[in-house]
């Protein structure tokens, strides 16, 4: 069994910086894909950042410049740097996932249970 441990959420200032942190946990033979959605209040989940294949990124376009995503393969874990942070960024953070498991078994769209993080002054 595969579960996403996320952490880094929290509270800051518009104009800060967040880390956000997911690894993944279980028996991974290869992670196919990895990265971040959010969701703001009656809003749609949405794609922030990914990595695909290991070295492919892709982001939306409304955190690009801002925010960088990047993995540690040896610990099966992906980070999201966000800068310049803005209060439209406020939504729930949640670990996506895309692996396939030691036996060959293809696991797509696992989720974390998400973090918050809240843009305010």
């Known amino acids: 069994q595969v579960q996403l441990v996320e952490s880094g959420g929290g509270l800051v200032q518009p104009g800060g910086s967040l880390r956000l942190s997911c690894e993944a946990a279980g028996s991974i033979r290869t992670i196919d894909a990895m990265g971040w959605y959010r969701q703001a209040p009656g809003k749609e989940r949405e794609l922030v950042a990914r990595i695909r294949m290991g070295v492919i990124t892709d982001y939306a376009d409304s955190v690009k410049g801002r925010f960088t995503i990047s993995r540690d393969n040896a610990k099966n874990m992906v980070y999201l740097q966000m800068n310049s942070l803005t209060p439209e960024d406020t939504a729930v953070y949640y670990c996506?996932?895309?692996?396939?498991?030691?036996?060959?078994?293809?696991?797509?769209?696992?989720w974390g249970p998400g973090t918050q993080v809240t843009v305010s002054s």
């Open positions: 996506n996932l895309d692996a396939t498991l030691p036996w060959g078994t293809v696991m797509r769209g696992i």
